[in-house]
């Protein structure tokens, strides 16, 4: 129940081989100084941390939220390595019961940290002992059951909880205001990227070149997991395929083989993007119905491939459905149809801003 159960990153380990999950950890900065990006967060963040330190009192709550793979998980860790205090790590899912509960954070020793990734999908009977354990560091254990129950009030070693998610808009307000500090994490930048790759290049002791540091970071979506991912499979390209330097020409080469194109679109990313486009005319079309064509589950296109699709600017929700915008047909090597729907819906389209609903 302690351990990193549901944790992404596990999950990405385990179909990327026993020698991936070894340097995944490796791979990590381990001090604030060392995080790349997210200038604003780490700022806030060292004050926080800086000002508990000098109190010699812990943090108050840290909520983290942000898409998959920008490094809330890190940054957990990093928050207990800058405090030298314990990391208790466990997740949302994992929490089924008060009871689950009350077994952390009754063996809590003074100042730990404990991070529940996914904090959003905690039980709500855990969820309600949760908030009393935030604010009064106690929580109440009830003995029996039925009209002769009684809750025993155990008073707990203060702590500081780090909770993680990919969708705040799905905790409760009484649970987010419990929190002393609030930090959502963006997409990175291909620069920041950029570094990341060099750093991981280093400590994996792979010959990276810039222009190919350049060619990942540019199709890694803004995402440092998927630029590591991404990095570790070009280096077996290099190796087995070439000299064992990664340039830019080896990255392509590799890249492609992977099924990732120049805008960091995949297989799936494509499947979506076509069957839009070429199936039904660039919609509007359901989420269902689009989900059937390309052959996958609706919760894997609206939650794998929808997110960086729209962010992209290649497709756009609207209440009829998704449709594809001007730059999908061009990403494709399309024409663009000329029959449009009147209204367009901001900035998602082509390079004037102008998206496209088609019929």
């Known amino acids: 129940m302690t ?43 060292s004050l926080v941390l800086q000002g508990a330190l000098g109190r010699h009192r812990p943090p108050d709550h840290v909520l983290l939220s942000g898409p998959p793979g920008l490094g ?39 100042g730990e940290v404990v991070f529940i990734d996914e ?14 354990a935030m604010e009064d560091f106690r929580v109440d254990v009830v003995v029996g059951k039925g009209p002769g129950a009684t809750a025993i009030p155990l008073d707990i070693a203060p702590f500081t909880l780090v909770g993680a998610t990919t969708r705040a808009g799905l905790l409760p307000a009484a649970l987010r205001d419990r929190f002393g500090f609030t930090a959502h994490l963006d997409f990175y930048e291909p620069a920041e990227l950029g570094i990341i790759v060099r750093r991981s290049a280093r400590l994996l002791d792979v010959a990276l070149r810039d222009d190919g540091a ?96 729209v962010r992209a600017g290649l497709i756009a929700r609207t209440p009829r459905g998704r449709v594809a915008t001007i730059a999908a047909w061009r990403h494709l090597g399309l024409p663009v149809p000329r029959r449009t729907s009147s209204g367009a819906l901001g900035d998602q389209g082509d390079q004037h801003g102008e998206v496209t609903l088609f019929d």
């Open 119 to 132: 904090i959003h999908r905690v039980a709500r009977p855990a969820e309600e002992m949760l908030y009393l």
């Open 214 to 309: 350049d060619e990942i970071a540019g199709r890694s979506r803004g995402t440092p997991r998927i630029a590591n991912r991404l990095l570790r499979r070009v280096r077996d390209f290099a190796e087995v395929r070439g000299d064992g330097v990664v340039t830019r020409d080896c990255a392509r080469a590799a890249l492609d083989l992977y099924e990732v194109d120049e805008s960091g679109l995949d297989r799936l990313d494509r499947a979506v993007l076509t069957a839009l486009v070429s199936r039904f005319g660039g919609g509007p079309v359901g989420l269902s119905t689009l989900a059937v064509a390309v052959g996958e589950e609706e919760a894997t296109v609206s939650e794998v491939a929808e997110p960086f699709l």
């Open 3 to 45: 351990g990193r159960t549901a944790d992404p990153d596990r999950v990405l380990s385990a179909l990327a081989g026993s020698d991936d999950r070894v340097v995944e950890g490796a791979l990590r900065p381990k001090r604030l100084a060392e995080l790349v990006g997210q200038d604003r967060v780490r700022d806030q963040l």
């Open 72 to 110: 809330k998980t890190t940054l957990a860790m990093i928050i207990a390595t800058e405090l030298g205090a314990p990391l208790r790590i466990t997740s949302g899912p994992a929490i089924e019961r008060a009871g689950d509960l009350a077994a952390i954070l009754s063996t809590l020793t003074e």
